[in-house]
């Protein structure tokens, strides 16, 4: 999956969280919640914004899982698509290629990574 679709897809969970009525968008932030604490997990330390897009390839069953464990008598807050679409937002802003709310270049990084002469 490209980098672009999969940002799109997280944005979308994003937007269909805001517009979720109140009752039911607290359920929904607790799984997602708990769906960014299986992130730091499942990653550990420091990633980048490719290893997140490719951990998010292979999520729907996890995120589900996570979902149900989370409000496991509430069907309605097992939405995966919108519970990992908000987790994964969330949790791109700590890649280590991310900033400002886009994937830097690698000739961004390369530059950050050059010492300054002095």
Do not use: K
């Amino acid at each position: 999956m490209q980098t672009e679709t999969a940002i799109h897809l997280w944005q979308d969970g994003e937007r269909r969280l805001r517009a979720t009525p109140p009752p039911l968008r607290e359920r929904l932030e607790r799984a997602a919640d708990a769906a960014v604490d299986e992130l730091r997990r499942r990653l550990g330390g420091a990633f980048t914004t490719e290893e997140l897009v490719a951990l998010y390839s292979d999520s729907g069953d996890w995120v589900l899982d996570v979902a149900m464990a989370t409000v496991p008598n509430d069907p309605e807050a097992w939405d995966a698509a919108t519970v990992g679409g908000v987790a994964f937002a969330r949790y791109v802003r700590e890649a280590s290629d991310w900033s400002g709310g886009r994937q830097r270049t690698r000739r961004e990084l390369e530059e950050q990574e050059q010492p300054l002469d002095r």
